[in-house]
């Protein structure tokens, strides 16, 4: 068998199409990534139950959508809410008493992803459920060389958003300097009066919510089953790790990862070009373990 | 001495019963044990929480998948395998010509494997990555070659596996997998490789890798090269996956991608941690026992088993850190300490 049997010949608009949905890829790792590397960040916390945080986030947003009738884009908020209080709630009872011990909080937050699939397969059964966007969005652009969903648009236009919003919340209001203060030394921080249960608490809130509200939108991208959330876990850790701790290096990463993903499966196809990218990354990971980006912080 | 109870015990079970359902079920586990032996040595001896044993496992299971399916083929009237015809390949790839001799086949099921894990496990410690990192990294590359076999539909059948027609035959002997041959054969493997294990870790190796688990820079700082000491460990549990995967697919003649699942990988990290992630035996019982009830659960609550299955999980980590097996140490313990009290009493007596 020869390479020739993998690589298809290049050509640019269809080549300039496969750079333009890696964006929209990265967008959506971005999105998925995000709550996984703010947890990480501040709490060391390697949250194996964030695919399936997601996964609730979209089948809240289907009960939201289908039995109260809320529309799309006020489903989002709301469900950042819910399943923020739901993640408060798994951190004040199980993440706590765990922190000393960072292998075991992995093997834990497995658990919860096992049970939260296994509800979810329970109340809603295994047939796939649909999340409807709102008519308006379901236009796709035509553009000479360009097609995208309209959707895919608004994952890539929230997903900046995101990133301007959490930076804001970070770096410029008083709680962001304490997830700050609390994510470069625990203990000083608590000297100085910082109460870092609450922070902790807030920050896998924060987090969780925003697995959710991504959910939200991925729900509407794909179709709603049970297993969905382990889609995402694999990619958004591998974003999270090569990212540093840090809210930029995640962007970098996200958008490093989405476009050579999709560069790989414009040449070969998806499941190879999978194959590729994750040894890329383990072999990234082993010359440069702590990301792209860290702020001098201690690798963990 | 408890360890050859327990394999006397599994040995005679044949005897006792004749349902050979129940043999293959128990050959299974058996199985399954192994995977989570490899877990135990290489987290709780080690201290590597690797989430990809599972790429042994799998490896290992093509290989054998790939043996017993050119022991079907013939090399004149039929020497491709069907599932190759219909995806319009005309020669056997070169990848499988190996295969055609079942002494190499078996060799190769075991090599590849190993070596992957020596390179693998040697890019990463010799790196001094640690922690959850290492955990990440076996989880993508396990990803990663669950890809490729899902994906490489001419060499490994993709999503469908490779269901070799006829049982394992060796030395002109066909091992049916619903046999007590089977069966011995497997509870073999456990058992020998267990008692192994259990002598490396009684062993200096086995000392000076549980002291790099404790705490790495301070073997360090000891003079001990701690890359060389995990790369064997990990090589180890790499090899004992790899044996599980060779058995498995004689006992189910079937291999597919699920092997090399993340779920099922992480399930052997929940057999070995339910059980007891520091003792052998702990992992072999947690095996058996989380397999045991999930199979016997039947359908209606095999749905709630799986969220009970997850509560335990999280208790044990939360609680119970050294697996269920330490209730039964600790049951010994209170029985040793009260016999220690009484020959204390009795020798102050005789001093005074």
């Given at each position: 068998m020869s390479v020739n049997f993998f690589w298809k010949a290049f050509e640019l608009y269809p080549f300039l199409n496969a750079l333009f949905i890696g964006l929209s890829l990265a967008s959506i790792w971005f999105i998925a990534a995000i709550g996984l590397a703010i947890i990480y960040g501040t709490?060391?916390?390697?949250?194996?139950a964030h695919g399936e945080f997601i996964m609730v986030g979209a089948y809240t947003t289907y009960v939201l959508q289908s039995l109260?009738?809320?529309n799309f884009f006020i489903c989002l908020p709301l469900v950042f809410i819910i399943v923020g209080l739901f993640g408060w709630g798994v951190e004040r009872t199980i993440i706590r008493s765990l922190y000393k011990r960072p292998l075991d909080t992995l093997l834990a937050t497995w658990g919860i992803s096992l049970v939260l699939v296994q509800a979810v397969r329970l109340i809603f059964g295994t047939s796939p459920l649909y999340v409807s966007v709102p008519n308006w969005l379901n236009f796709q652009i035509d553009f000479s060389f360009l097609h995208l969903s309209g959707l895919r648009l608004l994952i890539i236009i929230i997903a900046m958003g995101l990133f301007f919003a959490t930076w804001f919340l970070i770096n410029r209001t008083s709680w962001g300097m304490r997830i700050r203060a609390v994510m470069q030394d625990k203990e000083m921080a608590s000297c100085f009066g910082i109460n870092t249960d609450h922070v902790y608490g807030l920050t896998f809130a924060y987090g969780a919510g925003l697995a959710g509200a991504a959910g939200g939108l991925f729900g509407a991208l794909k179709t709603l089953f049970p297993d969905m959330g382990s889609g995402y876990i694999v990619e958004a850790f591998l974003v999270v790790v090569v990212g540093g701790i840090g809210l930029l290096g995640t962007v970098f990463s996200a958008t490093a990862l989405g476009e050579l993903n999709s560069v790989f499966s414009y040449f070969t196809n998806d499941t190879f070009a999978r194959f590729v990218l994750f040894t890329l990354v383990v072999v990234f990971l082993r010359f440069r373990p702590q990301g792209i980006l860290t702020d001098g912080l201690k690798r963990r | 001495m408890a360890y050859i109870t327990l394999f006397a015990i599994l040995a005679l079970v044949p005897i006792v019963f004749d349902d050979s359902f129940l043999l293959n079920q128990l050959s299974r586990y058996s199985v399954f044990a192994m995977l989570a032996v490899s877990v135990s040595l290489v987290w709780g001896i080690g201290g590597i929480l690797s989430l990809g044993q599972g790429i042994a496992f799998g490896l290992a299971a093509y290989g054998m998948g790939m043996t017993m399916q050119m022991q079907f083929q013939d090399p004149i009237t039929n020497p491709i395998p069907s599932f190759m015809l219909t995806n319009e390949l005309e020669h056997l790839p070169l990848l499988w010509?190996?295969?055609?001799?079942t002494p190499l086949g078996l060799m190769l099921a075991w090599l590849v494997p190993v070596t992957f894990f020596v390179g693998f496990g040697a890019m990463m410690f010799q790196a001094r990555v640690a922690g959850v990192f290492v955990s990440i990294m076996t989880l993508a590359m396990l990803a990663a070659w669950y890809s490729m076999a899902y994906d490489m539909q001419p060499f490994t059948a993709g999503f469908n596996g490779i269901s070799p027609p006829l049982p394992f035959s060796i030395f002109g002997v066909d091992i049916d997998p619903y046999s007590p041959l089977a069966y011995w054969i497997c509870i073999g493997f456990l058992g020998t490789l267990t008692i192994l294990t259990k002598l490396l870790i009684h062993s200096k190796f086995g000392l000076i890798v549980q002291a790099t688990r404790d705490d790495a820079e301070r073997a360090r700082f000891l003079g001990y090269n701690v890359a060389y000491y995990q790369v064997v460990v990990f090589a180890i549990s790499g090899f004992i996956a790899a044996c599980a995967g060779i058995c498995w697919v004689m006992v189910v003649q079937y291999v597919s991608p699920t092997s090399l699942e993340l779920s099922m990988s992480v399930s052997a990290v929940v057999w070995a941690a339910v059980g007891g992630r520091l003792s052998l035996m702990g992992a072999i019982l947690g095996a058996f026992l989380v397999n045991g009830i999930q199979s016997y659960m039947g359908d209606e609550l095999q749905q709630v088993w799986m969220i009970i299955l997850g509560f335990i999980f999280i208790g044990v980590v939360l609680f119970l850190p050294k697996g269920l097996i330490s209730i039964f140490e600790y049951i010994f313990s209170i029985f040793d300490s009260k016999i220690i009290k009484q020959s204390k009493n009795q020798t102050e007596n005789e001093a005074l």
């Open positions: 709490m060391g916390v390697v949250n194996m109260l009738g809320i | 010509e190996p295969f055609w001799s």
